[in-house]
């Protein structure tokens, strides 16, 4: 089944000709053959429109009309029954190519009259064609002789120039030679027209071919005039060329004012693929297809006059949006009297919801934003104050189906995609909400991530500033860390005493020794003799206690070997006895015994053999232990003479100690004071200060990337700058800090003025370094903390993060806080349509609210038919020019019928607004009227926003 979704790109052919066309005919004569082809063909291509085209008659056109699509036996003759019911949507209308009196060198100037399909053969026929006259023949005397434009005339003037001219004597029917010379007047085609406005008023269009480029064409030569005369009273142009398509919609003129002024109005150009062959059939040069947006109908061809950027002339389909970004249809679906089921088709441009009050548009646009969006960023929008919200209703379901073929249902929370969602009101609580900065600043945020590679951008900003925070932390930690171990060496140091005093005792110490050695009567020699003999005793006093040991060794060695011979037969008898007992046979019991002295004699040789090898005797022992006690004695005797003199040298022993136990406590100062002056270096603020610029740079990159989504529009800038949380920063910091002093003075002026402070990017970085070196060179407690607070705890809620990016917008130098609230309106709806490159969906609801008329048509509507191009939109709205001045490809209107009709209560239809007809005699009022006729009925201004749109182009 075929879904309207309004409005959309198809491929139009306007100038197909026919077997009917007399001067250049290529298809034969067989016309079930040649309609066979051309609609198949046009199946094919996906042709929806077919301009059936004949030289100065109707002739194909009403053949194909009457003999075969108004007679579907004869259709299903020749297509199958599924071809005939597509080829009844294919709009078809007649197209009469003219050769004029007018020439452009030596070649007539074609023209050609586009009529609807809602005229008659017949009128076109008796009330048009036949209307026009030619000349027949002229006479010096009594003039010019006009005949009729008629098949018959025509015969008859082919036949009178073929007997007075022989060169048309080649064979060619009367027809022929008539019609390849016969002209019209231009003039005459308007005046017939125009006489017959019952029948012709805006039924027609006249489209004036251009094989030249128009935009390089040399208007200087005789025919001036007459290329001009034609342009003006034409509707279209005819041509494949782009330039001049450019050309006829002013692009070559300083603006569209000054070409409406030449030209009297804008010329779109339609092409086609003028084919008198089957090869050529829908197949213009170039591949240049001609493709419009619109219903595939006359009126719908009309929308081109009115907005001429619905026409493109070219290969493929034109603004093609993502498949996974456009919604395609909405499907309603209760088992009660709510809607019971319906379709809804959306087009991939600007869809506009309208109806009367309560008819259902904010509940459709709701619960398709609840259908489709996260269901937390969904709970967000509907927490806002005065928010409206449609969750009372019965159990139902709707489904959005995607171009992609993704479907999110209203009952499934796992199918969710990106869409934007402005609620009604939401734009007003933006703008006025006292907490408005919060919630402003979060949705440019949101709207600058859905930017292509922002969130990305912004992701890795975010985690170098917090990768930042975290250095300033840990680094903080470090550098108070290390100020307390400094502390702590300054501490050691006091306790190891005053290395003054100490070196100066050093000094009254050695004069002492100086003075014992000198009254000892012990010289260095005998000191140093003294002193070798007694460690030559102890060596000696050692050597023997060792010798005497090895002594004792022997001995206790010799006596365990002697033993053992004693314990062998005890121990093998005993672990023979088991064995023993086991066994008692007689013969057996040998076998035993053998055994065991066999294994007591042959261990008692060994340990017998191994004393003999090995005899545990001590003379040289003895010996050694001798000669060692005679040099103790030999020592001794040398030491009698020096003992006498030991009394002194035991106080200078003393003294000797004192000394070097104060130079042990000098080299230990100078060890910690050495530690000190290597810790010192380990305490630099400097470093932390470093971070912290560092991490202001991060906001600083942030604020040039904004750079780039700086304009919304032409008069409308975002503004984006790095702000300090002046509350946060007072209340962790200045806060605690003892008012004795104003923090003004306290910081000399330093980012305070009394005790406020005030951020200035430029000079915050040096701010801050002053107050940090202030607080931490404060040793004098000049400074004092309130609630038991540390000097550490103060530095570190000086360096936390206040910095937030702040956005604000602007138009010329007034900033969106002082805007009146229509204008705040207007400035937040244009953000929301551009701040983002994203082509997700967005939805609104009544964005006009508090804007007047002709607010709206000044300042949204040419931004609206921009963005719509870009992404599509889904609009609730009952302003006219919203709905009617920008264009809006699809209609939905919404309508409540009373409980009392057999209907369900919410009924939703949907078209494009060149959808136009009356039909009283319709079951219900959603299909009694048109799209335009419902838009002219319930928007106010509907009428007057249709003729200024028509004026626009001087149309």
């Known amino acids: 089944m075929s879904i309207n979704r309004g409005s959309e790109w198809k491929k139009w052919d306007l100038h197909v000709h026919t077997p009917a066309s007399i001067l250049n005919n290529q298809f034969g004569d067989d016309w079930d053959i040649y309609v066979q082809t051309l609609f198949k063909k046009a199946l094919e291509k996906n042709i929806v429109a077919i301009g059936i085209t004949d030289y100065f008659s109707i002739e194909g056109y009403k053949k194909i009309k009457q003999i075969y699509l108004n007679d579907r036996e004869k259709m299903l003759t020749i297509f199958s029954e599924e071809e005939v019911e597509k080829i009844n949507n294919i709009f078809v209308f007649p197209n009469i190519e003219f050769r004029l009196k007018k020439f452009v060198g030596s070649s007539a ?13 017949e009128d076109i026929e008796n009330n048009f064609l036949q209307l026009l006259t030619f000349i027949y023949s002229e006479d010096p005397s009594s003039g010019a002789e006009t005949r009729n434009l008629t098949k018959e005339n025509l015969i008859l003037f082919g036949r009178r120039l073929q007997l007075e001219h022989t060169n048309f004597q080649d064979g060619s029917s009367a027809l022929f030679t008539g019609t390849n010379n016969v002209k019209i007047d231009d003039l005459d085609i308007v005046s017939v027209l125009n006489s017959k406005k019952s029948i012709f008023n805006n039924k027609y269009f006249l489209a004036l071919p251009s094989d030249e480029d128009l ?75 001609t493709w419009i947006k619109s219903d595939e109908t006359f009126e719908g061809l009309r929308q081109v006059l009115h907005e001429p950027n619905r026409v493109k002339i070219i290969d493929t389909k034109p603004n093609s949006k993502n498949s996974y970004q456009t919604i395609e249809q909405i499907k309603l679906m209760d088992e009660g009297e709510l809607f019971r089921e319906q379709i809804i088709g959306l087009n991939q441009d600007l869809n506009s919801i309208i109806g009367g009050k309560s008819s259902g548009k ?16 969904f709970e967000v929008i509907s927490s806002i104050e005065g928010f409206q919200k449609y969750d009372d209703l019965p159990s139902f379901e709707l489904e959005a189906t995607w171009s992609d073929g993704h479907v999110s249902k209203l009952s499934n929370d796992s199918d969710k995609r990106p869409i934007v969602y402005i609620p009604q009101m939401y734009l007003n609580y933006m703008a006025e909400k006292k907490s408005r900065n919060e919630d402003f600043k979060q949705t440019i945020d949101d709207i600058l991530k859905s930017n292509d590679g922002y969130s990305e951008y912004i992701d890795n900003k975010q985690n170098e500033i917090l990768g930042y925070e975290q250095r300033i932390d840990s680094s903080l930690k470090d550098y108070f860390l290390q100020v307390e171990k400094l502390n702590s060496f300054q501490r050691d140091l006091q306790q190891l005493g005053d290395k003054q005093a100490i070196e100066l005792n050093i000094n009254n110490i050695s004069e002492q020794l100086e003075s014992l050695k ?94 003999s090898a090995h005899p545990f005797t001590y003379t040289e022992i003895d010996t050694e232990i001798n000669t060692t006690n005679q040099q103790i004695i030999s020592n001794n005797d040398s030491l009698a003479p020096l003992n006498e003199k030991i009394k002194h040298l035991e106080a200078l022993k003393q003294k000797q100690k004192e000394l070097e136990a104060e130079q042990a406590k000098v080299t230990a100062i100078d060890l910690k004071l050495n530690e000190i002056e290597i810790q010192k270096t380990r305490i630099d603020i400097n470093n932390i200060i470093n971070l912290y610029e560092s991490l202001l740079s991060c906001y600083e990159d942030i604020v040039v990337k904004h750079e780039k989504f700086k304009a919304i529009s032409d008069s409308i800038d975002l ?86 990016i702040s956005y604000d917008l602007m138009q010329g130098s007034d900033r969106l806080g002082h805007m009146s609230p229509g204008k705040k309106g207007i400035i937040l709806f244009q953000l929301f349509l551009h701040m983002s490159s994203s082509r997700d969906p967005i939805l609104i609801d009544q964005p006009e609210d508090n804007l007047d008329n002709r607010t709206v048509y000044q300042e949204l509507n040419d931004f609206i038919k921009e963005k719509k191009l870009q992404r599509q939109i889904i609009i609730v709205s009952h302003n006219s020019n919203l709905v009617v001045s920008t264009y809006s490809e699809n209609i939905i209107v919404a309508h409540q019928n009373a409980s009392s009709d057999d209907r369900p209560k919410f009924e939703y239809i949907n078209g ?27 928007l106010e201004g509907g009428v007057e926003a249709f003729k200024k749109r028509e004026q626009k182009y001087n149309i």
């Open 109 to 121: 100037i074609n023209f050609h009259i586009i009529f609807s399909d809602k005229v008659s053969i």
């Open 215 to 289: 935009s390089d064409l040399a208007w200087d030569g005789q025919d001036h005039n007459d290329r001009k005369l034609l342009i003006q009273k034409s509707h279209f142009l005819l041509s494949g060329n782009p330039k001049t398509a450019q050309w006829g919609l002013g692009k070559f003129n300083t603006d569209a004012a000054e070409y409406i002024n030449e030209f009297k109005s804008i010329k779109p150009t339609l092409w086609g693929s003028d084919s008198h062959d089957f090869d050529k059939l829908f197949e213009p040069d170039l591949h240049r297809y």
């Open 362 to 377: 904010s509940l459709l646009l709701y619960h398709l934003a609840k259908s489709i969006l996260n269901h937390e960023k």
């Open 518 to 611: 000198s009254t000892s009567g012990f010289t260095e020699k005998e000191i140093g003799i003294y002193t070798s003999l007694n460690e030559s005793n102890k060596v000696l006093s050692d050597k023997n206690s060792f010798l005497i040991s090895k002594k004792e060794l022997l001995t206790d060695l010799y006596n365990t070997s002697t033993q053992l011979q004693t314990k062998i037969p005890l121990f093998i008898e005993e672990e023979f006895s088991n064995v023993k007992y086991k066994y008692q046979n007689t013969e057996l019991q040998t076998i035993i015994k053998r055994t065991i002295e066999q294994v007591t004699k042959q261990l008692n040789d060994s340990v017998t053999t191994f004393m």
């Open 719 to 804: 503004l984006s700058e790095i702000s300090f949380n002046i509350d946060s920063f007072h209340r962790d910091f200045s806060d605690y800090i003892t008012k004795n002093r104003t923090l003004q003075t306290i910081f000399s002026s330093h980012g305070f003025e009394a005790n406020t402070f005030h951020f200035n990017k430029d000079e915050h970085i040096d701010n801050i370094k002053f107050i940090c070196n202030t607080i931490l060179e404060d040793t004098s407690s000049l400074i004092t903390y309130n609630q038991g607070k540390q000097k550490q705890e103060i530095i570190n809620a000086l360096f936390k993060n206040y910095f937030i």
């Open 912 to 938: 494009a607004l060149e959808n136009t007809f009356i039909d009283s005699e319709a079951e219900h009022i959603l299909q009694q009227q048109g799209i335009r006729e419902h838009v002219c009925e319930i």
